[in-house]
């Protein structure tokens, strides 16, 4: 069996971006077989599981803002640097999408946004397992 990357997505349940974060991330696990997830919750929590799964296998994080309380939390709690970091405030100025109005849901006019995430997320997913081998 191949070595998974790790995807861990924001957990910011109070912002529209955090939201978007969650949503790209499940859409890629449902889609992939070669990521799973890692709950940042957890790993903050002091997971052992999770946190060695970050220290053995590639993490890939996704934020919502440039606060980046995943990136920040693998490196301070699982002392190694993801792989690649994600940060959907970046994705919204860069390809000057709309800021999510829902906290809590995916609206249609969103949905452009969450797409755009999904293939940032697939590109960098590639360059990991293209370093890997």
């Known amino acids: 069996m191949k070595p998974k990357i ?10 529209s971006e955090g939201m978007v974060s ?13 990521v ?9 929590a002091g997971g052992q ?4 799964f970050a220290k053995n296998s590639p993490c890939i994080t996704v934020d919502g803002c440039r ?7 693998v490196k301070i709690y699982g002392k190694v640097h993801p792989k690649s970091s994600i940060v959907i405030s970046d994705i919204i100025e860069k390809d ?3 800021k999510p109005k829902s906290k809590s849901k995916i609206e249609p006019d969103d949905e452009k946004l969450v ?6 997320i697939t590109k960098e997913i590639d360059k990991v397992k293209e370093e890997k081998e």
């Open 67 to 73: 606060k980046m309380c995943a990136a920040k939390g």
């Open 96 to 98: 000057r999408h709309m």
């Open 36 to 44: 799973v997830t890692i709950c940042l919750p957890l790993f903050l």
């Open 115 to 120: 797409q755009d995430t999904m293939k940032n």
């Open 22 to 34: 969650r949503v790209a991330t499940r859409r890629i696990l449902e889609e992939r077989d070669d």
């Open 6 to 15: 790790g995807l861990i997505s924001c957990s910011g349940e109070g912002l």
């Open 49 to 52: 599981e999770e946190r060695d």
